[in-house]
């Protein structure tokens, strides 16, 4: 019989690694959300080859201090979290250490960051494998920091060989969600580019620090876009299944703010390809929300299906974004209370949106 033994920990970090960071969507994540959790105001995300050559997120936030070098990518350093208890309060996207110590384990990572005080200088940090600090060394640089990924999933041969086989798609994933995040973010610039073999970066998208989401949406899809949308304004309030003795405590309570195109015909699109969920404007995939809107939206156009942007406001005792160690599935209590709730008020706003006046043009 074969003798039980330990896998070797670098082997076991590779293995957990490649669940934080499972496709070319979970680095460009985990990177843009660095980059806001720093306050910055200006992101700017480069590819090469649609990510598989590089993958860079440069920003104007706080830069990392120079006493955080050698922790930074580091299993379980953060600097936003410290006990558990503090998840339940959590203000900012990252919490958990992870996202640059598994970037380490699966490709060649490289930092360049600078504190105001330290601009016009900036410190390149290169990392090993494990996600200790190689080497430091002095270069130009503003404030802000530019993560660089190289070689995605080099490390896991499969995996690249299968990146390399989807690129297109997972690439079009990804321009979903810089969207979601581009249009959630008031007040912050986001430029995105992609070079392919002999082009100059080519601008995908970029919007322009607007203060309000809609104009954010007409940079990305284009003023005419705003013509065909209502406001989505919706308070919802259900009661659930009592777990404890205190049954005042058993209504939750939701707001639910966006825009979605009017149900009638020529203002939604052929493909449901332009709906973006987020919960506490923390972007994430809704399935069973989605759902819900896309029926109420057939039953009163039949042919199309609607571009919905939805922030759902709710306590953060109501969902659980812990779920899975890419922290994409937000699980949400009483999801079925919720969506006969949710169906019901659209189903109002649907009918009255006959009278609605449309949003206005942004010019
Ligand atoms: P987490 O975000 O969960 O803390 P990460 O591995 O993503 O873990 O990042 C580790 C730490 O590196 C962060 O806590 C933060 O202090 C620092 N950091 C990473 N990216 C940036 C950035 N763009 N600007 C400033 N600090 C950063
Ligand atoms: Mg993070």
Redesign the pocket.
Same mark, same amino acid.
């Given at each position: 019989m074969a003798t039980i033994k330990a896998i070797e920990s670098r082997s076991v970090h590779q293995i957990q690694s490649g669940q934080v960071i499972v496709d070319l969507c979970s680095v460009v994540k985990?990177?843009v959300?660095?980059?806001l959790?720093?306050g910055?105001t200006s992101i700017e995300v480069r590819f090469k080859t649609h990510g598989l050559g590089l993958i860079e997120?440069q920003?104007n936030?706080?830069?990392?201090s120079p006493t955080?070098y050698e922790n930074? *990518?580091l299993k379980h350093?953060?600097?936003?979290?410290s006990t558990y208890e503090d998840l339940s309060s959590l203000q900012?996207?990252?919490?958990?250490?992870?996202?640059?110590?598994?970037l380490c384990a699966l490709s060649d990572v490289h930092?360049v960051?600078a504190q105001a005080d330290q601009a016009p200088k900036a410190v390149r940090l290169e990392f090993e494998v494990s996600g200790k600090l190689k080497k430091t060394q002095v270069v130009a640089g503003q404030r802000?920091?530019t *993560?660089s990924v190289e070689n995605l999933f080099c490390k896991l041969p499969v995996r690249r060989r299968e990146l390399e086989r989807n690129i297109k798609r997972e690439y079009g994933k990804v321009l979903g969600l810089l969207h979601a995040y581009a249009c959630i973010s008031t007040g912050v610039r986001f430029s995105v580019k992609n070079t392919v073999a002999k082009t100059k970066n080519v601008v995908v998208f970029a919007t322009k620090a607007n203060p309000t989401t809609k104009e954010n949406i007409a940079n990305i899809y284009g003023a005419k876009t705003l013509l065909a949308l209502i406001a989505l304004d919706l308070d919802l309030e259900f009661e659930h299944s009592a777990t404890g003795k205190r049954r005042d405590q058993d209504v939750t309570k939701i707001h639910v703010s966006g825009h979605i195109s009017r149900p009638v015909f020529g203002e939604g699109r052929q493909t449901p390809d332009r709906q973006l969920f987020f919960v506490n404007s923390r972007p994430c995939g809704l399935p069973q929300i989605s759902k819900a809107f896309n029926e109420v939206y057939k039953s009163f156009n039949v042919t199309q299906s609607p571009f919905i942007f939805a922030d759902f406001q709710m306590d953060t005792s109501a969902y659980d974004v812990n779920v899975s160690p890419d922290k994409r599935t937000v699980l949400l209590h009483n999801s079925g209370p919720l969506i006969e709730s949710l169906k019901l008020s659209l189903n109002q706003l649907f009918e009255d949106s006959d009278q609605t006046v449309p949003v206005a043009q942004v010019t």
């Open positions: 985990e990177l959300e660095n980059s959790d720093a910055a997120v920003d936030g706080t830069g990392i955080n930074v *990518a350093y953060t600097s936003k979290l900012t996207f990252g919490f958990r250490g992870e996202a640059l110590s598994s930092i960051t802000g920091t *993560a």
